[in-house]
């Protein structure tokens, strides 16, 4: 038992931890999972199985389509830092290691590597 007041605390630190970074993501990534490219004049289906940007240095949509949203976003929109709760499902995801890899290429994608 007189370990688990230790425990708590770490507990607490990495709640506190995960709940900046969480911010952080909200504040930098809002909405920039959600355009894809979409060919010109039609309602169709979005073309690849990533995000897009609109400016440079991000993934730009070329050819015959067009920049514009709405796509759900990576994971069918799970993945995302559109609100809190899903901000921190997408931070847990980095934390434990489990499909960064796949988020980090999103991001890459939609917001550049700046």
Known sequence: MKAMAPFLQLGLLLFF????????GLELYVGKYHKACFPNGTDAEPVGDFPYGKEAPARLCGGNTECREYWPGPNFGITSFDNILFAILTVFQC????????????????AGNT
């Open 95 to 110: 934390i434990t290691v489990e499909g960064w890899t796949y988020i980090l290429y999103s991001t890459n994608d939609a």
């Open 17 to 24: 931890t995960t709940l900046m970074f969480t911010i952080i």
